[in-house]
T-cell receptor
Framework: AQSVSQHNHHVILSEAASLELGCNYSYGGTVNLFWYVQYPGQHLQLLLKYFSGDPLVKGIKGFEAEFIKSKFSFNLRKPSVQWSDTAEYFCAVSKGTNAGKSTFGDGTTLTVKP | DTGVSQDPRHKITKRGQNVTFRCDPISEHNRLYWYRQTLGQGPEFLTYFQNEAQLEKSRLLSDRFSAERPKGSFSTLEIQRTEQGDSAMYLC?????????????FGPGTRLTVL
């Protein structure tokens, strides 16, 4: 069964610091990769996704992620975080060309200090 | 608001009671998913539908859980004889389906507390 691992459970940064959140998955076939964000009191929202093509994917609010197939990784980055980026971030994977269920990591809580 | 909606948002019940949750997907979406999320963990897949057909069900889902999507629109998730371990956030998501770039849109969830 596929699994998703997010290495950092809680990250604390100051505003303007750079962010990188790690995500590794275990499935060896064709995958679709997602990062979701959950702001306090809100529901899950899609930040960005990769399904094919350019492995560097840009999403909303200045986030980007890079798919490195050889490392089974899909790390999320942002060059300069803001206080409003405080949230929980989830990496997710679905497999195949007819994507069905997603398997999620356990999330990383990001706290940005003003 | 034309997003995914769920009802109720909160449910408190006593152990042994039955509960039913409803999900209304985005109107043109063919696929509907149910997930469960407990504190400190990511959403865990329960089941999903393509129109009214239930295509996959997690092995983690006991016989006490049943889901339906009778007309291919809204869906219900029923838990019979609830246990304290069923306490969680139950999330519904919907998507267009049928392609690799399929994106799931999540509802606000129903938080279940079993006393």
């Amino acid at each position: 069964a596929q699994s998703v691992s997010q290495h950092n459970h809680h990250v604390i940064l100051s505003e303007a610091a750079s962010l990188e959140l790690g995500c590794n998955y275990s499935y060896g076939g064709t995958v679709n990769l997602f990062w979701y964000v959950q702001y306090p009191g809100q529901h899950l929202q899609l930040l960005l996704k990769y399904f094919s093509g350019d492995p560097l994917v840009k999403g909303i609010k200045g986030f980007e992620a890079e798919f490195i197939k050889s490392k089974f990784s899909f790390n999320l980055r942002k060059p300069s975080v803001q206080w409003s980026d405080t949230a929980e971030y989830f990496c997710a994977v679905s497999k195949g060309t007819n994507a069905g269920k997603s398997t999620f990591g356990d999330g990383t809580t990001l706290t940005v200090k003003p | 608001d034309t997003g995914v909606s769920q009802d109720p948002r909160h449910k408190i019940t006593k152990r042994g009671q039955n509960v039913t949750f409803r999900c209304d997907p985005i109107s043109e979406h063919n696929r509907l998913y149910w997930y469960r999320q407990t504190l400190g963990q990511g959403p865990e897949f329960l089941t999903y539908f393509q129109n009214e057909a239930q295509l996959e069900k997690s092995r983690l889902l006991s016989d006490r859980f049943s889901a339906e999507r009778p007309k291919g629109s809204f869906s219900t998730l029923e838990i019979q004889r609830t246990e304290q371990g069923d306490s969680a956030m139950y999330l519904c998501a919907s998507s267009l389906g049928g392609r690799a770039a399929d994106t799931q849109y999540f509802g606000p969830g129903t938080r279940l507390t079993v006393l």
